[in-house]
């Protein structure tokens, strides 16, 4: 069974910045993809959305800070995260949008903490 593959996340400071990665299994289309989090004790919410034609779409938490761009030559996708806070805390996926349920990776933690 393939699964999306995150990688990216790490202990940064508040302000700090992280660069997540996604590398999508070889054959599948990325043409609508979705960022997930899931900070501790919540439920899985969706951050970012890039959506067919290249409409974006984020959460109101984190707009105007992170920003979701794909690679379709290496069939990856990308969320860069800046001015991070602490309630950004949380392990971050990507799946399709909407998302598969068979498609779940393992995920990258992001930690917010000073």
């Known amino acids: 069974q393939v699964h999306f593959v995150e990688a990216g996340g790490g202990l940064v400071r508040p302000g700090g910045s992280l660069r997540l990665s996604c590398t999508a299994p070889?054959?599948?289309?990325?043409?609508?993809m979705g960022w997930y989090r899931r900070a501790p004790g919540n439920e899985r919410e969706t951050v970012a959305r890039?959506?067919?034609?290249?409409?974006?779409d984020y959460a109101d938490s984190v707009k105007g800070r992170f920003t979701i761009s794909t690679d379709n030559a290496k069939n990856a996708m990308y969320l860069q995260m800046n001015s991070l806070q602490p309630e950004d805390t949380g392990v971050y996926y990507c799946?399709?949008?909407?998302?598969?349920?068979?498609?779940w990776g393992q995920g990258t933690q992001v930690t917010v903490s000073s």
């Open positions: 799946n399709f949008w909407p998302y598969d349920q068979n498609y």
């Open positions: 070889g054959s599948v289309s990325t043409d609508a």
């Open positions: 890039l959506l067919i034609a290249g409409t974006t």
